[in-house]
């Protein structure tokens, strides 16, 4: 690291040391310095305009003999840049050789920092203007006066159309950055006053625009031979106008992007103005569009502290030219063409303060579309959830229909099982009448002649026959019901109405065949007072049953889960209490 640095920039030495492979790359086949040099021609006519001398400079000893080959007092450094957000074409070591050179402050390390590989750009990272009036130590003196330099170092920022194809939804226009750096070199002697000569005006410019270069020659070969310091702020003039350039043709694109966006927004409409919540129509607004509208969004404050910057960068500059021609010798000639410098500059920051209150008012368009868009789709909701609203009302009456149908096939059940008890009963009933009938009408009972009945010799056949059948008959249906397993229901299928149960029972061998009946206790008095009550005590009762025989969970009165017992075989014994179908509604 070269050693102007001081001993009080450790910080920004260590800074350099890291930016360095981000920053400097020299190119092959290209030129790392461009340097000009503004002469007088070699004529008697002083109006004629003065010769610009170009020359590239790849190397420390080729800037050494540009800088001491000649006296003239006005040079101009320029170094390119590929494309954007790469890194400048020149070496780390001449880079540093020449801010040596040059005598160039430290702060302009912080316009250098801006420049090199990057994935995105951070508005907050480019500093403001900064300037500093110094003496110069260590040098010749000049007709027993000082020597004093006037730096100046600061960004400026201007937007372009890009030159290449734009992907989907990308915007044409980026924003890009010109480094500049001024130092004008003085000599102050008691003889003229303590009034300053100029020595040498020095300009190092990163990455300028196109524009600039094409003009940059034509701007300084119109210069009279015969003026000192005209060109340098001609040539600020000209920096800061092609960096206003683009600005609002940017901001009018800006504003068609975001016009575009919040019509979508003001012009949807509500289907029926009577309904309380009617739905949007023709609002066709998706994630896309937000986003793009955030981008707007971004892209607009991005523009506030662009301009804001530019706005005092300019202002900053124009105090800092006018200070500086305060100190020189001007004839009367300069004097009239720095005026007219100066009125441009005013001209300059006039535009910026512009540019910075539609950046602003910019802004609050894009706050307040984002608010009628945040509003509409807040909208959206509550209609959405109007409609939800009105689905869970009809899914409750439905609900309640079903319920109640539900409590018909219930009572439907019970008055179909009392009817079938009747009927078992009366079966019962006549049983032994229609066995006896049976036997008697069979050959092995005869009637005499006399009236007297007589069994025949073969009535054991009967019994012979019969007993064997029923016994067999008795063995099968027991080993179907010893072999024969009922798996439950699944944990999360099992279930927990009463006609569900009903279902469960009914369709196992079990139910039908089972002979172990288990009788419930009779219901309380309290418990008879309405057929309800009635068949929700037995309801529970009959839960209650199932789950102590591991047939189903079942709730409690609290709404908790009740956990059934195990996987249970058919050598348990699973009943259905006789009693409840014999329920009957009470009347009172």
């Known amino acids: 690291m070269t050693s102007y640095f001081g001993l009080d920039n450790e910080t920004l030495t260590a800074k350099v040391n890291i930016e360095s492979p981000d920053l400097f790359e020299a190119k092959v086949g290209a030129a790392q310095l461009l340097a000009k040099q503004v002469c007088k021609r070699t004529c008697q006519d002083i109006t004629s305009g003065c010769v610009v001398r170009t020359k590239e400079i790849n190397g420390v000893s080729e800037l050494d003999a540009f800088r001491n080959g000649s006296n003239h007092p006005f040079e101009i450094f320029t170094i390119n840049q590929e494309r954007s957000w790469t890194t400048l074409n020149i070496s780390r070591c001449l880079f540093e050789e020449l801010l040596c050179r040059c005598n160039v402050f430290p702060d302009f390390w912080k316009c250098v920092f801006t420049f090199g590989r990057k994935s995105r750009e951070n508005e907050f990272q480019f500093p403001g203007f900064r300037a500093r009036r110094a003496k110069l130590t260590g040098l010749t003196k ?68 196109s524009n600039i270069s094409r003009h940059l020659d034509i701007c300084l070969e119109t210069s009279s031979p015969s003026e000192s310091f005209i060109p340098a702020w001609n040539l600020k003039l000209l920096l800061v106008g092609d960096s206003f350039r683009n600005w609002l043709d940017y901001m009018a694109y800006l504003e068609d992007q975001l016009t575009e966006q919040s019509n979508d927004v003001v012009l949807a409409t509500v289907g029926s103005k009577k309904e309380n919540l009617a739905p949007l129509e023709d609002f066709n607004i998706n994630f896309e569009d937000r986003q793009n509208l955030k981008i707007i969004e971004d892209a607009i404050v991005d523009l506030q502290v662009v301009v804001s910057t530019m706005l005092k960068t300019v202002k900053g500059l124009y105090k800092h030219c006018e200070k500086s ?145 029923t016994i067999f008959t008795l063995m099968l249906w027991a080993g179907w019901v010893h072999f024969t397993k009922i798996a439950p229901p699944p944990q999360n299928n099992r279930p927990t109405t009463l006609p569900a149960i009903l279902r469960c029972r009914q369709s196992s061998w079990k139910f039908i065949v089972t002979s172990t009946k288990k009788r419930l206790p009779s219901p309380p008095k309290a418990a008879s007072s309405g057929s309800f009550t009635t068949i929700n005590y037995w309801k529970k009762k009959s839960l209650q049953h199932d789950l102590e025989k591991g047939c189903l969970p079942y709730e409690d009165e609290n709404g908790s889960s009740l956990q059934s017992s195990p996987q249970f075989t058919m050598r348990e014994a699973v009943t259905w209490p006789s009693t409840a179908t014999t329920i009957q509604p009470s009347h009172n």
């Open 325 to 469: 021609s305060e100190e020189l010798i001007v004839t009367h000639e300069e004097r009239e063409k720095l005026g007219l410098i100066f009125e441009e500059f005013k001209h300059f920051v006039s535009d910026a303060e512009m540019y910075l209150e539609r950046a602003a008012a910019l802004k609050d368009k894009a706050a307040s579309t984002a608010r009628l868009l945040s509003d509409l789709l807040s909208y959206e909701e509550a209609v959405a959830l109007k409609d939800l609203t009105k689905e869970t009302q009809l899914l409750s009456q439905e609900s309640q229909l079903e319920s109640k149908s539900m409590h018909q096939l219930t009572e439907r059940s019970t008055k179909d099982a009392a009817a079938v008890k009747i009927l078992t009963i009366i079966m019962l009933i006549y049983l032994p009448f229609t066995l006896v009938a049976n036997f008697f009408s069979t050959q092995f009972v005869a009637t005499n002649d006399d009236g007297h009945m007589k069994l025949a010799e073969n009535v054991w056949l009967l019994a012979a026959i019969a007993i064997p059948f």
């Open 142 to 209: 000049v007709d027993s006066g000082d020597k004093y330099i006037n730096e100046a170092a600061y960004v400026l920022r201007r937007v372009e159309l890009k030159n290449r194809a734009l992907g989907n939804g990308e915007s044409p226009w980026a924003i890009r950055q010109t480094g500049v750096y001024s130092g004008m070199v003085t000599s102050a002697s008691p003889d003229d006053g303590f009034k300053s000569k100029l020595s040498r005006f020095t300009f190092i410019l990163l990455a300028p625009s």
